[in-house]
């Protein structure tokens, strides 16, 4: 398949921090001319079986799908991975272990927003959950937006849930190490998601991009909602420097909240390997 393709291979439904069904996902993505889709909730793959089944409801070509929180360097990273076996043990294990750590941090999120005098963040957060393992700040982004605290999701993040805010608790994710490891042991391929979005110094991208080469990582999203055009094109170099695969994805949240559509993006440059290729026979 050639790098013309309407593939959309990254997107969070109610699973994770979406608002949207897998079901309502699949139907949107094809409404908008998605040809390969894959849902991409972040450390989590409870959604996978009903995607898959949406899309073939749908007539759209499927892959597996997840984004997994990892600590690099003092930063949270993600990490997607693609074309998976949803069904094997060791992948589960590990992202279960690694959404563990969200509910205590969820409670010290509360506390720190309580000492500023905002109450109740945590329950009023919760109304906002559908999977009780996976409390995001993003839930508390919907709440602060529901009370009135702030006018959109942006501004409570800019204010309230960033590092050096009292919303703000540093957290501990997986290690490159592992989450590229389970990723390739369950035969996906492991991406870097959107690099432009890191606050990296030179040196410090350069060995991410080399410990994920090592490690096993072999993508490395270049069209991306998190990029601009610019972005697109220093990322499709470093693309070609360390010899990743392209991928491609919107990283749709909710029709109220992202600007970009499922499907919506530009192609992906047609000097680039696009992550599909090497993913052909994982595609339902
Ligand atoms: P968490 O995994 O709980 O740390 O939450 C991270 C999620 O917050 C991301 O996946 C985004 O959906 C959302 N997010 C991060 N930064 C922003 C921002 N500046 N504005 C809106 N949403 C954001
Ligand atoms: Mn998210
Ligand atoms: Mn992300
Ligand atoms: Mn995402």
């Not at 997107?11 to 390969?36: F, K, M, Y």
């Not at 995001?136 to 999701?153: K, M, P």
């Not at 220093?234 to 949240?253: C, I, K, N, P, Q």
Request: glycine share 12%; aromatic share 8%; net charge negative.
């Amino acid at each position: 398949m050639s790098s013309i393709l309407n593939a959309d291979l990254h997107c969070h439904s109610v699973v994770s921090d979406g608002t949207l069904t897998p079901e309502a996902l699949a139907e949107r993505a094809r409404a908008n001319g998605v040809e390969l889709w894959a849902l991409t909730d972040h450390d989590e793959i409870g959604g996978q079986h009903r995607a898959a089944a949406a899309a073939r409801a749908q007539g759209m070509k499927y892959l597996t799908g997840t984004e997994i929180s990892i600590t690099f360097a003092g930063q949270t990273v993600h990490i997607v991975g693609l074309g998976f076996d949803p069904d094997d043990a060791a992948m589960r294990q590990g992202l279960r272990q690694t959404r563990g750590g969200r509910g205590p941090r969820a409670q010290e999120m509360a506390g720190g927003l309580a000492a500023v005098g905002i109450q109740g963040a945590y329950e009023g957060a919760l109304k906002f959950v559908s999977n009780p393992e996976l409390v995001s700040r993003t839930h508390f982004a919907r709440f602060l937006v529901e009370s009135g605290v702030c006018r959109d999701t942006n501004e409570v993040f800019r204010k309230y849930l960033i590092e050096g805010k009292p919303g703000y608790v540093p957290h501990r994710w997986a290690s490159l190490r592992d989450a590229v490891g389970w990723i390739t042991k369950a035969g996906g391929v492991a991406v870097i998601a959107h690099p432009a979005r890191y606050r990296f110094t030179p040196n410090e991208e350069y060995a991410l991009f080399t410990e994920f080469k090592t490690h096993g990582g072999q993508g490395v999203e270049v069209v991306t909602g998190s990029h601009s055009a610019a972005e697109a094109l220093t990322y499709a170099d470093m693309a070609r420097e360390f010899g990743l695969v392209a991928s491609r994805g919107s990283d749709f949240h909710s029709p109220d909240e992202s600007h970009t559509d499922l499907g919506s993006l530009p192609f992906l440059p047609g000097t680039l390997t696009p992550v599909w290729e090497l993913l052909a026979d994982r595609i339902q």
